[in-house]
C-alpha cells in the first residue's frame, strides 16, 4: 500500500500526510509534471505521497499517473531518468502530444461538426425567445396605421398627449421627474419615518422607474420601426433593409470573435490592469477595453438586430390607410413568413387581423419550444469532444508484459485502487455567480472536488462516487478530469467576464459541464429529466448558475444540477484542498504560464488560504522570480524550488498551533539546463511560460517542457541546486534532504 490509510483520521497535521500538487496550464503543465514526477521518482519519491491533487493539466497527466499505479503500485508508469528506455506510457504521451487534432485536417473537420451541432441546438434555445419578444412587440404595434399613432400599452393616447414621434417617451419622462419631484418632498417632509417604510418607499420607487424604462423603450422600438418603413418607401428600395446589411456584417464578424475568445482572459486582465506603465501601457488598456466592448456586444447586437428584423416582416403595411381593416400587405418578409401570416404570392393578405401576426410568431416559437425536453446541453457542448481527445491521448494503461497500452477513458473514479495508488483530488470550480449565499464574497465560485469516494463542495454538499455514478451514467474518470480542465466557458469562476457570458455561450464556446446536485444525490432526490436543457445553457449565458443553490438541505426551489468548469478558476496550484487535509508536507508543482513571474496563483493561494482557513504560507519565492527573469545574462545553478512553512491553526479546543512544509516547484529557467531546452527557448522568448493556448504540442515542444520539469526534480533531489530558504532555514531539514526516508 501506498502511503498511509487516511480513513478515519483525526484532521490534524500530526497525522504526517503527504500531498503532491500538480499544477494547471494544459499541455504544456501536463508534460512539465511528467518530467518532474521522473526526476523526483528517481528517488523513490511516490510511494511517500498520500493525497494527488490535479487542476486541469496537471490532472492530465495526473490521471495517467492514478491509472497506472491502480494497477500495479510497483511499477511507476512513466520510469525514471535511469532506465534504459522509455516506458511505453510515455511513448503514447509523445505520440498523441497533438491530442486535440490527432488526425490533422479530419480532426478540425470533425471537430467543427461537433461546434457546428452546437450552435444549432443553442439556436433552438435562443430562437423561441426571440420570436416570443417579437410577438409581444407585434401584439402592441401590429401595422403601419398603429405606427403612425401615439400608441403605449394597447392604447391610443393621441387624444391626452397629441401625435408624434417620441411623444409617449417624452410624457413618461415628464410623469416621472414630476414623481421624483414628490419623493423628494416626501422624503424630506417624514425624514424620520421606519427602516421599513423607508425601504418600502426605495422599493416602489424602483418597480416605477423600471416601468417607465420598459415603456420608453417599446416607444423606441415603435419610432425604429416607423422611421425603418419611411426609409424604405422613400428610398425606393422595395422595403429592403438596411438592418439586414448590419445584422450581415455581425454575422461576419462572429468568427473573428471566436478566434479572440481562447485570449479573453488575457485580455481582460490587460483591461483591467493599474495605472502603472508609461503611454503605450495606457494605449494597451485603451484597445484591451475596446476589443472588450466589442466582443461583448456582439451577440446581444445580433439578437436585438434579429428582434427588430422579425418584427418588421410581421408588421403589415397599410400604406394611406388610417386602420388596417380587411386588406393588408406582408410583400416585404421573406416568403416563408409571408406564407405563414397567411398572404397570397404577392404578398397580401385579404382578410387582415391585427393579432393574426402575434398569433403566428407565438405558435411557432411554441413549436421550437417542444424540441427543449429533447435537448442536453452537456452532450452539444463542447466537453465530450474534449474529452474525448483527452482520453485517446491521456486515459491509459500498460498492456502487462507488452510494449503497449490501452484506452481507460470511461473507467469509473470510484473503481481506482485507493490502496495502490495515492487518494487522487480532481479539482474544480463550483460556478455559483447566482447564488445569494455562495457567493456573498463575489468569488462566483466554491472549490469542488472529484475523489475516488466523494464528489461535491461545502456549497453543494457532498455525495459518494458510486451514488454520483450510478445518477449520471456518463460520469467516469474521464468526465471528471476534462471537468477539471474545463477552462473556457461563460463562467468562469474568478476568471469570470461577466458581460462576454451571453457571447461566449451563444457561440458555443462551453467546455463546462452540469453535473446532479451532490446533496440532491445524497438524499436521493429523483429528477424527471436526467440530463439539463437549454434552461441550463441560458442560465451560463446570464451568469445565473447557481442561482437556487441554498445552504440548507434539499429544498424544492433547488434545480437538479450544477454547474461546473475547470479549477483553475479558483485554485490553479490545486492546494487548497491539500490545505483543507492539513498534510504535513505538500510539494506543489507550478506548470502555469506566468511570463512575468508574479506567481499570481500562489499569491491567490494564500490570500483565500488567510481568509477560508486561517492558514499562513510563509514562502520565500521572490529569489526564484528574480533569477528565472535574467537566467540568460548569468546563466547558473540557480534555484528553481522554495521550500517554506504552513502555519495552521488549532485543530480543536485545548490543541496548540501546528505547522507544515510546502515545497514549491516552479516551471523556471536558470541557464544551465541542457542544449536542447536552451535552445528553444533562445527561438522562443516566452519559454517556459508559452500560452496555454497553445494545445498542439511538436514533438520538440513536448520534450523540452518535460526534459526541463525532469532537469528541476534531478535538481532538487540530488542536491545539484540549491533550493530558496526562508532565513531561519530547516523547513523539515529541507524535506529529509529532498525525499529520501521522507515517511512523516
Known amino acids: 500500500m501506498l502511503g ?16 503532491l500538487a500538480l499544477s494547471g496550464g494544459g499541455q504544456r503543465s501536463a508534460a512539465f509534471c511528467l518530467g518532474v514526477l521522473q526526476g523526483l521518482q528517481s528517488k523513490d519519491f511516490i510511494k511517500h505521497v498520500d493525497y494527488l491533487s490535479t487542476v486541469s493539466g496537471g490532472g492530465y497527466i495526473g490521471s495517467t499517473l492514478t491509472l497506472g499505479l491502480s494497477d500495479n503500485p510497483n511499477a511507476f508508469p512513466f520510469g525514471t531518468p535511469a532506465d534504459a528506455k522509455e516506458s511505453a506510457i510515455v511513448k503514447h504521451l509523445r505520440d498523441n502530444s497533438r491530442y486535440l487534432v490527432p488526425n490533422g485536417l479530419w480532426s478540425v473537420v470533425t471537430a467543427f461538426v461537433v461546434y457546428a451541432r452546437g450552435l444549432v441546438s443553442n439556436a433552438l434555445a435562443i430562437v423561441p425567445i426571440l420570436l416570443m419578444i417579437s410577438a409581444l412587440l407585434l401584439a402592441l404595434n401590429s401595422n403601419t396605421a398603429e405606427l403612425r399613432s401615439t400608441r403605449a400599452l394597447f392604447i391610443d393616447w393621441s387624444a391626452v398627449i397629441g401625435s408624434g414621434t417620441l411623444r409617449v417617451s417624452q410624457a413618461t419622462l415628464v410623469v416621472i421627474l414630476a414623481a421624483l419631484a414628490l419623493y423628494a418632498v416626501l422624503v424630506s417632509v417624514i425624514s424620520y419615518s421606519s427602516k421599513h417604510w423607508r425601504t418600502w418607499g426605495s422599493n416602489v420607487a424602483a418597480v416605477v422607474l423600471t416601468i417607465a424604462f420598459v415603456i420608453i423603450m417599446l416607444d423606441l422600438h415603435a419610432a425604429l420601426s416607423a422611421w425603418w418603413f419611411r426609409q424604405s418607401n422613400s428610398a425606393g428600395m422595395g422595403l429592403a433593409s438596411e438592418f439586414a446589411k448590419l445584422q450581415t456584417f455581425f454575422v461576419w464578424l462572429s468568427p473573428i470573435v471566436a478566434v479572440v475568445l481562447p485570449y479573453i482572459n488575457g485580455i481582460a486582465s490587460k483591461a483591467t490592469s ?23 456586444g456582439l451577440l446581444p447586437a445580433i439578437l436585438w438586430i434579429a428582434i427588430v428584423q422579425m418584427t418588421f416582416w410581421g408588421t403589415a403595411l397599410c400604406d394611406g390607410m388610417a386602420s388596417c381593416s380587411g386588406l393588408a400587405s406582408v410583400a416585404h418578409a421573406p416568403r416563408f413568413v409571408q406564407w405563414m401570416l397567411g398572404a397570397d404570392e404577392t404578398g397580401q393578405i385579404a382578410s387582415y387581423s391585427r393579432w393574426w401576426a402575434a398569433t403566428s410568431y407565438t405558435i411557432l416559437a411554441g413549436a421550437l419550444l417542444a424540441s427543449w425536453p429533447f435537448l442536453n446541453v452537456n452532450a452539444n457542448s463542447l466537453h465530450q469532444l474534449y474529452r474525448d481527445r483527452l482520453g485517446n491521448a491521456f486515459f491509459v494503461r500498460a498492456v502487462v508484459d507488452v510494449a503497449d497500452t490501452y484506452h481507460a477513458d470511461i473507467l469509473k473514479l470510484s473503481a481506482i485502487n485507493t490502496e495502490n495508488a495515492p ?21 462566483n465560485a466554491d472549490f469542488f472536488f472529484f475523489s475516488p469516494r466523494y464528489v461535491g463542495s461545502e456549497a453543494s454538499g457532498y455525495a459518494r462516487t458510486s451514488d454520483m455514478e450510478d445518477a449520471m451514467k456518463s460520469f467516469s474518470l474521464g468526465t471528471a478530469t476534462a471537468v477539471s480542465g474545463a477552462a473556457a466557458a461563460p463562467n468562469m469562476g474568478m476568471a469570470s467576464v461577466r458581460p462576454l457570458s451571453l457571447t461566449i455561450a451563444l457561440l458555443n464556446v462551453r467546455l463546462g459541464y452540469w453535473i446532479r446536485h451532490p446533496r440532491h444525490v445524497a438524499q436521493r432526490k429523483q429528477i424527471l429529466k436526467k440530463y439539463p436543457g437549454p434552461v441550463f445553457m441560458l442560465s451560463e449565458a446570464f451568469s445565473r448558475t447557481g442561482i437556487k443553490l441554498t445552504k440548507r438541505d434539499v429544498t424544492k426551489s433547488e434545480t437538479g444540477f450544477v454547474f461546473l468548469t475547470d479549477g483553475g478558476h479558483i485554485d490553479n496550484l490545486g492546494v487548497y484542498g491539500l490545505l483543507r487535509r492539513r498534510c504535513k508536507i505538500i510539494f506543489a508543482v507550478d506548470g502555469e504560464a506566468d511570463p512575468t513571474m508574479a506567481f499570481t496563483s500562489l499569491v491567490q ?16 519565492w521572490e529569489k526564484i522570480s528574480r533569477f528565472a527573469l535574467n537566467w540568460a545574462a548569468e546563466p547558473t545553478f540557480r534555484p528553481h524550488v522554495a521550500i517554506g512553512t504552513v502555519k495552521f491553526p488549532a485543530s480543536g479546543p485545548g490543541a496548540a498551533n501546528e505547522t507544515g512544509v510546502i515545497v514549491y516547484i516552479k516551471s523556471s529557467m536558470s541557464g544551465d539546463e541542457c542544449d536542447y531546452i536552451r535552445s528553444y527557448a533562445a527561438a522562443h522568448r516566452t519559454f517556459p511560460h508559452e500560452s496555454t493556448g497553445d494545445q498542439v504540442f511538436s514533438e520538440e515542444q513536448f520534450e523540452v517542457y518535460r526534459a526541463l520539469g525532469e532537469h528541476i526534480a534531478v535538481g532538487l533531489v540530488t542536491g545539484r541546486d540549491a533550493v530558496v530558504l526562508s532565513e531561519e532555514g530547516d523547513p523539515l531539514e529541507a524535506v529529509k534532504k529532498a525525499v529520501p526516508g521522507i515517511e512523516i
Open 4 to 19: 498511509k490509510n487516511v480513513d478515519g483520521l483525526r484532521i490534524t497535521a500530526e497525522n504526517g500526510l503527504v500531498g
Open 274 to 296: 493599474g495605472d502603472a506603465g508609461g503611454w503605450s501601457e495606457i494605449a494597451k488598456r485603451v484597445a484591451s477595453r475596446a476589443l472588450l466592448l466589442i466582443v461583448a
Open 423 to 443: 487518494y487522487h483530488l480532481i479539482n474544480a470550480a463550483l460556478n455559483v455567480p447566482g447564488s445569494s449565499f455562495a457567493n456573498r464574497r463575489g468569488r
Open 605 to 620: 493561494l494564500e490570500r483565500l488560504a488567510r481568509i477560508d482557513l486561517n492558514v499562513t504560507i510563509d514562502l520565500p
